[in-house]
């Protein structure tokens, strides 16, 4: 459980804004993450998460607007910089190295850490292969040659190499049947409990508000709602637009 204690806050996003070009990708989006919570945040395809994503870690340089990680500002900090402080980014469609076997895309997710050399990464890689025993089998196959539902399960994987303090998933579902992403759905939501921090992004939103604590919704490149994933989740605006349900007549 969370607290409302302002120590707790692990990721701070104020105003941040982004631009390419001429073009505003992300206008004035404000979140939060706590230590312990699941964020999720939904919108449609091009609302701007996954820019709002790139500012946050350090991918892209904002235009405006600050980025507090820990307390402290990493608005202007690099993205490997960010990894080393523990904000670790599994990016949409996964960008694994495909022709390199998966134990080896497991070892480059520890490399912050030295690789393989402590014994504490030694044993991160025998609690991502108990999470995913199909990894396990499969250490020695390329990357590329795996499904689509393998590979998701391997970028995650490698990103929980890194030893997040904070771990965000860009489009976990992207290209995946249903059956593979309630599987990572419920890998998400175990992790959760055990105390891992984790900002969601995510298209379909039913799976990621039935394990969020909190909710935003991002449209035109702004946050529309947010609050309680249970208050968004039966938010009229938010069922017909991403749910699929239509309004109750007034």
């Given at each position: 459980?969370?607290?409302?204690?302002?120590?707790?806050?692990?990721?701070?996003?104020?105003?941040?804004?982004?631009?390419?070009?001429?073009?505003?990708?992300?206008?004035?989006?404000?979140?939060?993450?706590?230590?312990?919570?699941?964020?999720?945040?939904?919108?449609?395809?091009?609302?701007?998460?996954?820019?709002?994503?790139?500012?946050?870690?350090?991918?892209?340089?904002?235009?405006?607007?600050?980025?507090?990680?820990?307390?402290?500002?990493?608005?202007?900090?690099?993205?490997?910089?960010?990894?080393?402080?523990?904000?670790?980014?599994?990016?949409?469609?996964?960008?694994?190295?495909?022709?390199?076997?998966?134990?080896?895309?497991?070892?480059?997710?520890?490399?912050?850490?030295?690789?393989?050399?402590?014994?504490?990464?030694?044993?991160?890689?025998?609690?991502?292969?108990?999470?995913?025993?199909?990894?396990?089998?499969?250490?020695?196959?390329?990357?590329?040659?795996?499904?689509?539902?393998?590979?998701?399960?391997?970028?995650?994987?490698?990103?929980?190499?890194?030893?997040?303090?904070?771990?965000?998933?860009?489009?976990?579902?992207?290209?995946?049947?249903?059956?593979?992403?309630?599987?990572?759905?419920?890998?998400?939501?175990?992790?959760?409990?055990?105390?891992?921090?984790?900002?969601?992004?995510e298209q379909l939103a039913s799976y990621a508000l039935a394990i969020a604590d909190h909710a935003y919704v991002i449209a035109n490149?702004?946050?529309?709602?947010?609050?309680?994933?249970?208050?968004?989740?039966?938010?009229?605006?938010?069922?017909?637009?991403?749910?699929?349900?239509?309004?109750?007549?007034?």
């Amino acid at each position: 459980m969370t607290t409302g204690d302002p120590d707790d806050v692990l990721l701070d996003i104020r105003d941040l804004e982004l631009r390419y070009g001429a073009a505003i990708a992300v206008r004035g989006i404000s979140l939060s993450v706590r230590r312990g919570q699941l964020v999720a945040v939904i919108g449609n395809n091009g609302a701007g998460k996954s820019s709002m994503l790139r500012g946050a870690t350090g991918l892209v340089r904002p235009s405006a607007g600050k980025v507090f990680f820990r307390g402290a500002d990493t608005t202007h900090v690099s993205a490997n910089r960010k990894v080393r402080q523990g904000l670790v980014m599994v990016p949409e469609g996964r960008l694994l190295f495909p022709d390199q076997s998966v134990e080896d895309n497991l070892v480059l997710g520890a490399y912050v850490h030295g690789g393989l050399k402590t014994a504490r990464a030694r044993q991160t890689l025998d609690k991502v292969l108990t999470l995913f025993p199909r990894l396990k089998e499969r250490l020695g196959q390329q990357a590329g040659s795996m499904s689509g539902g393998e590979q998701q399960m391997l970028a995650i994987a490698r990103g929980l190499m890194a030893e997040p303090e904070l771990l965000i998933i860009d489009e976990l579902s992207l290209g995946l049947a249903p059956k593979i992403v309630e599987q990572l759905i419920d890998v998400l939501a175990t992790l959760n409990r055990e105390g891992l921090s984790i900002l969601l992004v995510e298209q379909l939103a039913s799976y990621a508000l039935a394990i969020a604590d909190h909710a935003y919704v991002i449209a035109n490149g702004r946050v529309s709602h947010q609050g309680p994933s249970r208050e968004i989740a039966t938010n009229p605006d938010v069922m017909e637009s991403f749910l699929g349900k239509k309004k109750s007549a007034s």
